[in-house]
């Protein structure tokens, strides 16, 4: 299963992910209004990518009270026409990765397989990967520091 | 809605006006500078105080601002010029453009004077003017944070200490680094009693063609990132620069009396120093460096001219002073050059202990440091050097000989221009005095480039030779118009054809971009066209102030002192021949030989409404 994997240390903080989403979902340039949100601060000297973990036990599906939420292939869906707008999914998301704005919930669902943020990153700072080659890959990258720290003692 | 409103700030009165422009000023300007400059050169009576109440200070975002187009981060601060007294102009990148569109405003004019210190605040298709007064004293850093406690997550554009006391070159900041640093607009801020324009909003940019501009977008980036250029702007920014100059003999050090210096500010030196690449709002280049020294830069403007130029070969301590300038809110390229121009005449004898008070030299940087803080707040010698170049007056006739400016305004890059004819021809008629930012034909020291693709973008029978007067009107006859198409989209110059590839964003990219964004269908030639008006409006802003051909003219070192080292060892740029080139560049124009705007041509820009 695919899924978007985010490096802050890759961020330039350009917002060309959300303003892209935005685009797509909504025919407007606004970075606000994308379901990818750039947080940074270049006083504070941050650039941190927020997207939603599309995850297997979602809070936004769980305390949904009009079940307008459903996992298809893995990917979390919230059906518009059974949305209320309530907005209790963005309140209780732990990630803040829903997103609300003048009543419209904003929410990912990876594109349908084809996240239009990642083609706008010109860093590779948001991946779309296969969760077990990505893991595998990051685990590989701690074994390899592990080996670099025990061989400097 | 695609366009956004047009805010006229009275601060005299205390009133806001809210209107739209028309769409016959947005089809001849298109936004950013271009429309900036119109509206000075009609709300601005000539002989007008730069620092008086009838000076009119523009905010202007671009075309395409705020959009997905790669770059569209930038907007234009524009007014007279408290520093050289003609067309006062400084582009400008960061997230405060963009973040004023989604507030609601493509542009806010400021005039009169507030009776105390104020800040405008933009939201939601409103401003509101309010009190300043816990921000005044405040550094440019500061009084950001403070905005944002105050007042949510704004962007702000704000002067620092140095326009508060209205030091001539005082830059306006947005962000830790990025500014609209020429022609002392930070200055007219502080005359006005205005410390910030802060702006916050969520309305979004509605796109003609959503499907069509993520398509170009898409492979716009694609055909950017594919270049050579941009993966090496994207991992060591401008210093790059530093070096190749270096090579050539063509930086500015120690005012200009060498023209080469130490290894020590090449782009691997300051490499040491940056956490991270980052990027301004839309950009895929990432050219900015967040510094471990606390701030972000150097450029290679900071590397030039607070380094070589003031005889600092110490990369940490040229960081310390890049930093120092941006948190005083002083346009680097100014401080640069007037402080290395008191060094040299202080050397020489001209200016002495009892204007500086201190004993001035090259390579001291605690001394440097310490005449920035001066300047900022007008202490002591500080005081004198704020005047900047009208200091001609108190040091009298001789000093002029020795200082690095055109009009009055400092050359803003590093570059020792001897070597090199178009740059120098560049310099001597930008709109804003010496600048390379309005028409740098950077292609000139591409030696590789194949003589029919030089010849494809500038023009025939421009050589191959940077020494040669040749065709290099032409040269900078192209670059001064397309910059000044790119400036009015809002688009940074970095991926402007010409700029610093001979590929990149050409009239063709911007006509299909504009169409995505507007559903306009503009042709190449029209947009060449906005440039074109762009340069002869700003042209006549400076005509009205009295600029003619003398002007037009080089600091008198680059013409009568030979570069001694390097390559450029013993070049030096000829009168006669930079005459004749000038004199080219006038009739491309369509100027009379005395440098003026036709009165045909000047009827039909000053109909524009």
């Known amino acids: 299963m695919k899924y978007l994997y985010v490096y802050p240390e890759k961020c330039t903080g350009c917002r060309e992910c959300s303003v892209a989403c935005a685009l797509n979902k909504f025919g407007e340039c606004n970075p606000k209004k994308g379901a990818i949100t750039v947080v940074r601060d270049e006083f504070a000297r941050y650039e941190v990518p927020i997207v939603c973990f599309q995850c ?98 | 809605m695609f366009n956004r409103k047009l805010g006229i700030v009275d601060l005299s009165k205390g009133k806001v006006k809210v209107s739209d422009t028309p769409d016959s000023l947005r089809k001849a300007f298109l936004g950013g500078r271009g429309l900036n400059s119109h509206y000075l050169y009609k709300m601005i009576d000539s002989g007008t105080d730069p620092l008086g109440p009838k000076n009119v200070l523009v905010f202007g975002t671009g075309f395409l601002t705020g959009t997905l187009v790669p770059n569209s981060s930038r907007f234009n601060v ?58 005044w004293g405040l550094d440019t850093t500061d009084v950001q944070l403070a905005l944002k406690k105050d ?36 200055a007219v801020m502080g005359s006005k009693n205005l410390k910030a324009v802060s702006a916050w909003g969520k309305d979004g940019i509605d796109i003609a063609h959503p499907e069509e501009m993520l398509e170009t977008c898409a492979e716009l980036k694609d055909y950017l990132m594919k270049s050579k250029i941009t993966p090496i702007l994207g991992s060591v920014g401008t210093p790059l620069l530093y070096e190749v100059s270096n090579a050539f003999g063509a930086i500015r050090t120690k005012n200009s009396q060498l023209n ?113 803080h001066d300047i900022s707040r007008r202490r002591g010698f500080g005081d004198v050097l704020a005047e900047g170049s009208r200091n001609v007056e108190r040091f009298g006739p001789e000093s002029k000989d020795y200082l690095i400016t055109v009009k009055n305004l400092p050359q803003s890059d590093p570059h020792d221009v001897r070597y090199m004819k178009a740059f120098a021809l560049g310099i001597a008629t930008a709109s804003r005095g010496a600048d390379h930012l309005r028409s ?66 050409d009239y063709s990219w911007m006509k299909r971009l504009i169409h995505a964004a507007s559903g306009w269908n503009l042709r190449e030639k029209d947009i060449e066209e906005v440039g074109k008006r762009v340069i002869d409006t700003e042209r006549m802003f400076n005509n009205r102030e009295g600029i003619t051909r003398k002007d037009d ?30 004199s080219r560049y006038y009739q491309l124009r369509g100027w009379t030989a005395d440098g003026q705007v036709k009165a045909a041509r000047k009827k039909e820009l000053e109909a524009i409404a």
């Not at chain 2, 013409?559 to 390559?567: G, M, N, Q, V």
């Open chain 1, 56 to 153: 297997e036990d979602p809070v936004c599906l769980k305390f949904c009270h009009q079940n307008a939420y459903t996992i298809e292939d893995g990917v979390v869906i919230r059906d518009e026409d059974r949305c209320i707008s309530c907005r209790m999914c963005a309140v209780l998301c732990p990630y803040n990765a829903v997103t609300t704005m003048d009543g419209e919930i904003i929410k990912c669902d990876l594109c349908g397989g084809d996240p239009v943020c990642v083609k706008y990153c010109s860093t590779e700072a948001i991946q779309y990967l296969d969760e077990t080659e990505e893991l595998e890959k990051r685990r590989k990258a701690m074994a390899e520091r592990l080996q670099e720290i025990s061989a400097q003692k």
């Open chain 2, 78 to 135: 524009s007014a007279k010029s408290p520093e050289s007294g003609i067309l006062g102009d400084a582009n400008c990148g960061g997230y405060f453009a963009a973040e004023l569109r989604y507030a609601g405003f493509d542009r806010i004019i400021v005039k009169g004077k507030a009776n105390r210190p104020s800040i405008l605040y933009a939201s939601d298709g409103k401003i509101e003017i309010t009190d300043a007064k816990d921000y």
């Open chain 2, 151 to 186: 007042l949510g997550g704004v962007e702000s554009a704000v002067c620092g200490v140095a326009g508060e006391n209205k030091v001539r070159f005082a830059c306006v900041r947005t962000g830790v680094k990025n500014a609209a640093g020429r022609c002392g607009l930070g």
């Open chain 2, 260 to 372: 080469a210096w130490s290894d020590s500010l090449n782009a691997e030196e300051v490499e040491k120093y940056v956490d991270k690449m980052i990027g301004c709002s839309s950009c895929i280049v990432h050219c900015r460096h967040r510094n471990s020294l606390g701030g972000e830069g150097p450029e290679y403007t900071a590397l030039g001219l607070l380094g070589s130029n003031l005889g600092i070969e110490n990369t940490a301590n040229v960081i310390e002073l890049n930093n120092v300038c941006n948190e005083l809110g002083l346009d680097i390229s100014s401080s640069g050059t007037y402080l290395a121009w008191a060094f040299e005449l202080y050397e020489r004898g001209i200016i002495d202990r009892k204007v500086t008070k201190d004993e001035l030299q090259f390579g001291d940087f605690e001394l440097a440091k310490k005449l920035l």
């Open chain 2, 440 to 505: 740098r034909p950077t292609l000139e020291i591409f030696f590789k480039l194949p003589k029919e693709v030089r010849e494809r973008i500038y023009g025939k029978g421009v050589t191959n030779d940077p020494t040669s007067y040749e065709a290099k009107e032409k040269t900078v006859f192209f670059s001064d118009n397309i910059f000044a198409a790119i400036d009015c989209l809002g688009v940074c110059k970095f991926i402007c054809h010409g700029f610093n590839s001979p590929h990149f964003v």
């Open chain 2, 553 to 582: 003219t080089l600091p008198k070192r680059y013409f009568d002192d030979p570069a001694p080292l390097k390559i450029a060892m013993g070049h030096h740029i000829d009168r006669k021949e930079f005459d004749g080139m000038l």
